[in-house]
């Protein structure tokens, strides 16, 4: 497989979603979960929330702005 086509066309939207945001959405409750047996602090996991938060918004605002595109 060539690295180049894994950027090439929409390729890297696939590839962002498996790498982050997966990835983020599976580690959130998963903080949650372990937060005590971990001894993770709640600032962490509120870092976590909010940076799901943030991507979550991006992908409305880039999906809504492809979207509107789209349709116009």
């Known amino acids: 497989m060539k690295l180049e086509k894994l950027v090439e066309g929409y390729n890297w939207v696939y590839l962002t979603h498996v790498l982050l945001v997966a990835p983020l959405l599976i580690l959130v409750p998963l903080a949650s979960i372990y937060k005590d047996k971990l001894k993770l602090s709640d600032n962490f996991i509120l870092m976590l929330m909010y940076t799901l938060i ?15 595109k789209a349709v116009m």
Request: cysteine-free.
């Open 54 to 68: 943030a991507f979550g918004i991006v992908v409305f605002f880039y999906h809504g702005n492809k979207l509107r």
